[in-house]
């Protein structure tokens, strides 16, 4: 995958962060939200869509679970360790520049790549193989 797919993706994943708002807070009721569902459901169908990817989980920074295409202990898991290293890694962020915040973090280890785009309320977290790419 190139740079410019990469950030594209990027881009795409930073777009549904406001999908996982507008569900708890109600802010749309009836054929508007479904309809607003019905196109962050087609950006995470995207999103799975690109090669390499394994899951997407979109969490509250306290780990609660608000979707995802993984299963049931990967979600756990992830959602739970991945909040709590971005939740660090926004400390770090703030202790170099108190004016500045963390937005986004891409991890890479042998076997995954994890992206997470951060908001005020939620974090979505992008799992992927980057020997896939």
């Known amino acids: 995958m190139n740079n410019k797919e990469l950030n594209e993706m990027e881009t795409t994943v930073r777009s549904l962060l406001p999908l996982?708002?507008?569900v708890l807070n109600?802010?749309?009721t009836g054929a508007r939200?479904?309809?607003i569902l019905?196109?962050?459901?087609?950006?995470?169908?995207?999103?799975?869509?690109?090669?390499g990817v394994h899951g997407l989980v979109i969490a509250t920074h306290d780990g609660s679970v608000i979707k995802s295409t993984l299963d049931n202990i990967q979600t756990q898991q992830y959602s739970t360790l991945v909040t709590q290293l971005a939740a660090k890694g926004?400390?770090?962020?703030?202790d170099l520049d108190p004016e500045d915040d963390l937005t986004f973090l891409r991890i890479r280890s042998k076997k995954h790549e994890i992206m997470v785009a951060?908001?005020?309320s939620y974090l979505l977290i992008c799992i992927q193989n980057p020997h896939e790419l």
């Open 20 to 22: 996982a708002k507008l």
């Open 26 to 28: 109600a802010k749309y």
């Open 33 to 35: 939200l479904l309809s």
């Open 38 to 51: 019905i196109s962050k459901r087609w950006q995470l169908t995207r999103i799975q869509g690109h090669k």
């Open 90 to 94: 926004k400390g770090v962020v703030r």
């Open 118 to 120: 951060e908001t005020k």
